[in-house]
């Protein structure tokens, strides 16, 4: 479980918020303002789902990772990580650097081990992840899916209709999934 922003929780910021919701009313058509905050609402709805999907965060971002202290290396489930800033007690107290070990490896899995922690039983690993840093630099196919999700909501979201399956055709090559559980290298 991630507590702040992870995959599937997405507010976007002012620029990429504006970029999203430009591209979503040009599928629409749509040259009014007057529904821009419902676009983009939509828009952060179908980047949520497109992160769960895709098993990864698109855009970059915080995020506070809980985690049992077991002794063992363990992957934090959020992809691709790019930095682990520190891990700290679930009442904030951060942990002195000779009490954990962490390592990002070539796929961008962040890794945890907690070696000095007496007494805690789970941690909170500050991290940061995601595939780009803001909305123009998330793959163009990733991109289209999720406009073309975010017109679709707009336009049934009164009704019950699939979304058109090429949303996934344009994610799936990017779609992260394990068939095996990992286990860190070191």
């Known amino acids: ?63 506070r990772v809980p985690v049992a202290v077991l002794g063992a290396w363990q992957a934090l489930g959020v992809a691709p990580v790019s930095a682990i800033t520190g891990v700290e007690t679930a009442a904030g107290v951060a942990l002195p650097s000779d009490g954990f070990a962490i390592d990002i490896d070539a796929t961008g899995e962040g890794w945890v081990r907690i070696v000095g922690a007496p007494g805690v039983i789970s941690v909170v690993v500050l991290a940061r992840a995601g595939l780009a840093e803001g909305w123009a630099g998330v793959p163009a196919p990733i991109r289209q899916g999720v406009v073309l999700l975010a017109a679709h909501l707009f336009e049934q979201r009164e009704a019950s209709v699939a979304p058109p399956s090429a949303i996934t055709a344009l994610w799936r090559p990017f779609r992260r999934i394990a068939l095996r559980p990992t286990a860190h290298a070191c």
Not at 1 to 30: F, N, Q, S, W
Not at 34 to 47: K, M, N, P, Q, S
Request: hydrophobic fraction near 60%; glycine fraction near 8%; charge should be negative.
């Open 1 to 63: 479980m991630i507590e702040t922003d992870g995959p599937g929780v997405v507010t976007l910021g002012e620029d990429d918020r504006a970029l999203a919701v430009a591209a979503v009313k040009a599928v629409l058509r749509v040259a009014s303002d007057d529904e821009d905050a419902l676009i983009a609402a939509f828009a952060e709805t179908a980047l949520g789902l497109a992160e769960q999907f895709l098993g990864m965060v698109l855009i970059a971002r915080a995020l």
